[in-house]
């Protein structure tokens, strides 16, 4: 419940518009079921809020959670550094809108200044995120009814973030050799 709270918080803190009617979903989807339940519908809610009415918006934050994930068992990475990961299909727009859309997941998310580094590194606030987004179904409740598993619509195949993974690293490697004078 504390964590709950605590990105409740955030996120109202944080909306831009329409708190009212955030406060009313929260409260909705919230507040019953145990507290698997009471995480998920808050993770999907900062999620839809995040993407906003946008489609597109709702594959980039679904590669960018893929790749904290990926990356949170060993270093976590800046926000830059997970921007040149991402496909270049979804690479649509400057590094700097992309930072500003995971902005929109801050209240899931914690920003860290590693001394020395230019770029605050990325990490899932509370290890129950990345088992939300682990998870192919999650448990949901809707208003008035018993827990119902439904499909995670931010869940990606492990097999396909590694993919993505390696043609980062590899499109990182040939952008930056591209440059180079031998």
Known sequence: LFIWLLTAVDLISTCKWGKDKLVESLLKRGLSGNAEVKMNAMYLTVMEQASGEFR?????????????????????LSIESIYEFLPPSLR??????FAALVMDLKPVL???????????????YHASFLDFIECKRISIKSEGSEPDSCENKYWTDPMLLHRDMALGCLGIMERGTRHATF
């Open 56 to 76: 597109e918006y709702s594959g980039i934050i679904r590669a960018f959670v893929g790749i904290l994930l990926v990356t949170s068992s060993t270093e976590p």
């Open 92 to 97: 649509q727009g400057t590094s700097k809108e």
């Open 110 to 124: 914690s920003l860290t200044h590693n001394p020395g580094a230019e770029h605050p590194v990325v990490r899932a």
